[in-house]
C-alpha cells in the first residue's frame, strides 16, 4: 500500500512538473506578413524558451502540393498567417490554402490556372463581422477568397479579381506585373504594390489602393510624376511616364494605424543599371514613402539612393519600432538595404535620427551616362555587412588564387556606387544583398535582428546588338532579350538562379519554353510583348537552330547598354571567393547605433569537418524572434532552421528539414500550445525543390 502511494505521488508530480514547465497559453494569432503591420517577426509567445527550446520536435507536416522534383525549379517563399487556428499559406505551384493549424490537416485549396507562375510569399487577410477574406496575389490578378471556404467571392471586381496591369500601362511596356508580395490592410482598403520587369519595357509602379468590399480604386500615387505632381523636376528628360516604368513597390509595406501612414520602399526605376535616358534623381524611385493610408497623399519621403544604376532598391519592408533617441522615446521607421545600411527615421516628419552623410562617389559612367555626384550614406548604426572587396579579400583556401587576383587587379571594384564600366565592375555586397526580401525582426527593446550575405557579384556593360538596320537574327534577338540573364553561352550562372539552357531539350520541350516566353515564370517576365516570330526566332536559337534569317525587329529602345549577367562569385570548387562569412546573422543595437553581436548563418560541413570554422552560407528568407529572448531562422543553404540566443547570438537549437526554408518563420499558439512554422520549398541555390510545411512544437 505505501509503495503504490509512493507511484501515485510520484506520478502526480511528475504531471505536475510537465504542466508548470509548459504551461497552457492563451491563443495567439499571425494575424499578417511577418507578423503584424510592424512587420517586426516578433511574437510575445514565451512558451519555447531557452531552456526548453533543445526538445522542440516536428508536431506536424503538410505536404502543399505542386514541387518541381524533376528540374528543382519551384520554390516557396510564403510567411503562412494564422487566424482563429486557421493557417493561410501558398503551395509550391502558387495555390492558396487554408489548413487547421493544430494539425496540418486541409482545409480547402485553391485551382487557380491562371497564376502567372507567381513565387508567392503569402497572402493577406480582412474581416468585418461575417465577411472574412484572404487577398490572393497571383500572376496579374488579386484575387478576393471567402476565408472560411476558399471560393471566390463574386462581387469583389470583376468575378472575384481585379486586373492589376490596368492603369499602369504605357506605350512600348510588356505584360509583365504581379503581386508576390501580401498586400497591407487599412480599415477598408487594400493598397498594393507589384512587382514589374526590370528592363527598358517595364510597366509603371504606381502605388494604388483598392476598396476590399468592391474591388474599386480608390487613389493612386504616381511613383513617377506626372507634370505639375512634385518630384517631376527630377526627371529632366520628359515625359518620363510615356518613357519609364519601374519605380514600383515590389518588396512589401509597413503600416501605422493608429496614424494613418504607410510606409513603402520603391524599386529602382527601369532599366536597372543603365539611366542615360532618365537624367536626374529620379524621384520617387529608391525612396522611402511615408504616405497617407487614407487619401494616399505623400507626407514625407527620403530617397535612399539617388538615380540607381546599380540595383539597389531597397529589398524588404521596413520595420517599425520605438527607440531611445537623445535620451528620448521615439517611434521609429527602420530600412535595410541591399548594400548593408541601417537608415533610421522619426516616423512622423522623416527626420533621420541618426546623421546621415552625402558621400562623393566615382562619375566616370559608360558614354551617355550621367550618375549622380553624392549618394546618402548613414553615420549611424554601423553597416551590418563589409563594404567593399578587394584582392586582399580573397578567402585563405580559395582556388585559381593567381588568375583570380589578376582579375581583380583589373576590376572596377573598391567601394560602394562605382558606375558599371565596359570591363568588370565588383558588386560589394553582391546585386540582392546584403539584405534581402526576406528582411530584419525587431524585439520590444530596439534590437534589429538581421540576416545577410556577403558574396561578390560581378558585371559589366556591353553595347547592344545594333537594331539601326530594323532587321534582326535569331541570335541577335537572344542577345537582346535573354543574354543578360542567361548567359551569351547559354549557361546560365553558378548558383542556378538563372538556369543553364544548354541541352535545354533534356528538361523542356519547344512548346513549354513558347509557354515560358508568353506568360514569364517567378523571377523571369513575359515576353508577350514581342511579336510570335520573334518568340518563335528566339526559341529556335536556344534550341540549337542559329538561323539569322533577318526578320523586321519591332524593338526600338534608346538604352544602348545590356549588362553581362548576375554573375555570383565562386571558385571552381563551389565556394565562393570572399574572405568568410559569407551569410551572417547581425544584432544591430537601434538606440546606440552600434553592433551588439554577428555570427555566421549556415556552414559547408566539408569546410568544418577540414577545421575551417562555420562560414555560413547564402540565404534567402527572414528571421523571427520571440518574447523568450530567441531568433529563429532557416534561410540557408544548408537546409537547417537554427534557434539564436539573442542575447549572444549562440546557436540553442537547429533541425535538419526535408527541404531548404527559404522563407520565414510564423509563430503561433493553439489550445495552449505554442508552434513554429516554416515553409520548406528549396529550389533556390542548386537545392532540391520541395512542398511542405513543418511545424515544430514542445512534446
Known amino acids: 500500500m505505501k509503495s503504490r502511494l509512493i507511484f501515485l505521488m510520484s506520478t502526480l508530480t511528475i504531471i505536475i512538473c510537465a504542466f508548470i514547465s509548459t504551461p497552457p497559453i492563451p491563443n495567439e494569432d499571425w494575424p499578417e506578413y511577418n507578423g503584424n503591420g510592424d512587420r517586426n517577426h516578433f511574437s510575445v509567445l514565451t512558451q519555447i524558451d531557452k531552456e526548453n527550446v533543445t526538445q522542440l520536435k516536428i508536431a506536424w507536416t503538410y505536404h502543399s502540393g505542386g514541387a518541381d522534383t524533376v528540374r528543382n525549379r519551384t520554390q516557396m517563399q510564403c510567411n503562412p498567417i494564422v487566424i482563429n487556428g486557421m493557417l493561410y499559406g501558398v503551395s509550391a505551384e502558387t495555390q492558396a490554402f487554408a489548413i487547421d493549424a493544430e494539425t496540418g490537416k486541409e482545409i480547402w485549396k485553391t485551382k487557380i490556372s491562371d497564376n502567372g507562375g507567381t513565387t508567392s510569399r503569402g497572402v493577406t487577410f480582412w474581416e468585418n463581422k461575417e465577411d472574412k477574406r484572404i487577398f490572393f496575389g497571383a500572376g496579374k490578378w488579386l484575387y478576393a477568397l471567402n476565408a472560411d471556404t476558399g471560393e471566390l467571392i463574386a462581387n469583389f471586381g470583376e468575378q472575384g479579381r481585379i486586373n492589376l496591369k490596368e492603369g499602369v500601362e504605357r506605350p512600348g511596356a510588356d505584360d509583365y506585373i504581379l503581386s508576390n508580395t501580401p498586400n497591407t490592410i487599412f480599415k477598408n482598403l487594400i493598397i498594393t504594390g507589384t512587382r514589374v520587369s526590370e528592363s527598358e519595357t517595364a510597366l509603371l509602379g504606381d502605388i494604388r489602393a483598392f476598396d476590399v468590399v468592391t474591388g474599386r480604386k480608390i487613389w493612386t500615387f504616381h511613383t513617377i510624376p506626372e507634370k505639375g505632381e512634385p518630384g517631376y523636376e527630377t526627371w529632366l528628360k520628359q515625359p518620363a511616364r510615356q518613357n519609364i516604368g ?9 503600416i501605422d494605424r493608429k496614424r494613418g501612414i504607410v510606409y513603402i520602399p520603391t524599386g529602382s526605376a527601369a532599366y536597372d543599371f543603365y539611366g542615360g535616358n532618365r537624367p536626374g534623381k529620379n524621384l520617387y524611385a529608391n ?3 511615408a504616405l497617407n493610408a487614407k487619401t494616399g497623399k505623400l507626407i514625407w519621403h527620403y530617397q535612399l539612393v539617388h538615380h540607381d544604376i546599380w540595383d539597389r532598391d531597397p529589398p524588404c519592408p521596413p520595420n517599425l519600432v520605438t527607440i531611445i533617441n537623445h535620451g528620448k522615446k521615439v517611434d521609429a521607421v527602420v530600412q535595410i538595404t541591399k548594400q548593408g545600411y541601417v537608415f533610421v527615421f522619426d516616423r512622423e516628419n522623416g527626420k533621420p535620427l541618426f546623421p546621415i552623410k552625402e558621400t562623393a562617389f566615382p562619375m566616370d ?6 550618375p549622380n555626384a553624392t549618394q546618402p550614406i548613414p553615420t549611424l548604426p554601423l553597416p551590418f555587412t563589409r563594404q567593399s572587396f578587394t584582392e586582399k579579400d580573397l578567402n585563405s583556401f580559395v582556388a585559381d588564387r593567381d588568375s583570380l587576383a589578376g582579375l581583380i587587379r583589373k576590376a572596377r571594384t573598391g567601394s560602394a556606387y562605382i558606375p558599371i564600366g565596359f570591363e568588370m565592375t565588383i558588386f560589394y555586397p553582391g546585386t540582392d544583398g546584403g539584405a534581402q526580401w526576406g528582411g530584419a525582426a525587431a524585439d520590444n527593446d530596439g534590437i534589429l535582428y538581421v540576416p545577410a550575405k556577403e558574396i561578390p557579384v560581378y558585371t559589366s556593360l556591353v553595347k547592344k546588338p545594333s537594331t539601326a538596320e530594323n532587321k534582326a537574327g535569331t541570335s541577335r534577338l537572344y542577345m537582346l532579350n535573354c543574354a543578360a540573364c542567361h548567359g551569351a553561352d547559354r549557361n546560365g550562372n553558378h548558383d542556378g538562379s538563372y538556369p543553364s539552357l544548354v541541352n535545354i531539350d533534356k528538361r523542356l520541350n519547344q512548346k513549354q519554353v513558347h509557354q515560358l516566353l508568353l506568360k514569364g515564370r517567378g523571377m523571369m517576365p513575359s515576353f508577350s510583348h514581342l511579336p510570335e516570330a520573334e518568340r518563335e526566332a528566339i526559341v529556335d536559337f536556344i534550341f540549337g537552330k542559329k538561323s539569322e534569317k533577318e526578320m ?10 545590356q549588362h553581362t549577367g548576375y554573375n555570383r562569385w565562386y571558385d571552381k570548387n563551389g565556394y565562393p571567393i570572399s574572405q568568410p562569412p559569407w551569410g551572417t546573422l547581425t544584432a544591430v543595437d537601434l538606440n546606440t547605433g552600434q553592433r551588439k553581436w554577428r555570427v555566421p548563418l549556415g556552414e559547408y560541413k566539408e569546410l568544418t569537418n577540414k577545421g575551417i570554422k562555420p562560414t555560413g552560407t547564402d540565404n534567402y528568407g527572414g528571421p523571427l524572434v520571440t518574447a523568450s529572448g530567441l531568433v529563429f531562422i ?9 534557434a539564436f540566443d539573442k542575447v549572444t547570438g549562440k546557436i540553442l537549437w537547429s533541425a535538419k528539414l526535408p527541404f531548404a526554408g527559404y522563407a520565414s518563420p510564423s509563430a503561433y499558439s493553439v489550445n495552449g500550445k505554442q508552434y513554429i512554422v516554416i515553409a520548406c520549398g528549396g529550389g533556390k541555390l542548386n537545392t532540391k525543390s520541395g512542398d511542405q510545411f513543418v511545424a515544430f512544437a514542445l512534446p
Open 287 to 289: 525612396c522611402l514613402l
Open 552 to 561: 523586321a525587329s519591332t524593338q526600338k529602345t534608346d538604352v544602348p547598354y
Open 246 to 254: 519601374g519605380a514600383n513597390s515590389w518588396a512589401g509595406m509597413a
Open 634 to 642: 532557416a534561410a540557408s543553404k544548408d537546409e537547417y532552421i537554427r
Open 365 to 370: 559612367g559608360v558614354p551617355g551616362e550621367k
